[in-house]
């Protein structure tokens, strides 16, 4: 029997995704240790869970140190590595929306600075748009950028709204709904196709359980 990595996302996903993986008896009593080790070993199964930034979760996947991950969909449609998303996973319910200050829209007509974590996503939406815009990257706290005077609006995700409404701004446009996915890395699906299959088909059953 083969050996199977998984990588899943440290941070707000991190219970969903282990509980997941108990659910469907894939790895019992293994994962209560993950929070302290990055990496925990299942000798009997044959399994190795490791944890992860959910931002690093595809590159660990594309390159094969890991041959399966979950991480959401907005860090898949950023990043676009070279790796097969094969399940939605029906949790990390989020949405990806332009937000800002209230009178953002008449302020965007002459200044249009969108500050972001996700350039890639902010540059197509705009450009699909027909809207020139300045994307400026930053790496947390976006909220902040339209209060300070860095941006007119923000590409930011919305979970439950907290964040936006503690800093007063509000969503000007729903970009799409993002969620947790299961990816796979595209060699292992061919030599390990029989375990990383097995896998899929029981993770799939305790998400189809959950509706
Ligand atoms: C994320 C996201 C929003 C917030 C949304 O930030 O960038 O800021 O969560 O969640 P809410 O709608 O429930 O408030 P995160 O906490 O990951 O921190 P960061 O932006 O500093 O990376
Ligand atoms: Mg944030």
Redesign the pocket.
């Known amino acids: 029997m083969e050996n199977i990595s998984i990588a899943l996302p440290k941070?707000?996903m991190a219970d969903s995704a282990i509980t997941l993986f108990e659910k469907a008896g894939i790895a019992e009593n293994i994962l209560k240790d993950i929070s302290r080790k990055l990496v925990v070993n299942d000798y009997k199964n044959l399994m190795k869970f490791m944890l992860v930034k959910p931002i690093d979760v595809p590159t660990y996947v594309e390159h094969g140190a890991a041959d399966l991950g979950i991480c959401g969909k907005d860090i898949l449609l950023e990043q676009k590595k070279d790796c097969y998303e094969v399940l939605d996973l029906k949790f990390g319910f989020?949405k990806m929306v332009v937000a800002g200050p209230k009178e953002a829209k008449d302020s965007f007509l002459t200044n249009k600075r969108v500050a972001t974590?996700f350039p890639n996503i902010a540059e197509e939406f705009f450009r699909q748009k027909g809207e020139n815009v300045e994307i400026i990257k930053?790496?947390?706290?976006?909220?902040l950028a339209p209060i300070v005077g860095l941006s007119e609006v923000i590409v930011?995700?919305?979970?439950?709204?907290?964040?936006?409404?503690?800093n007063g701004l509000i969503v000007i446009e729903e970009i799409f709904p993002s969620s947790a996915r299961l990816i796979v890395n595209k060699a292992s699906l061919k030599t390990k196709s029989q375990r990383i299959k097995e896998i899929i088909i029981k993770l799939k059953e305790v998400v189809e359980s959950f509706k």
């Open positions: 941070g707000r989020c974590k930053l790496n947390g706290s976006v909220e930011d995700i919305v979970e439950t709204g907290n964040t936006l409404r503690e």
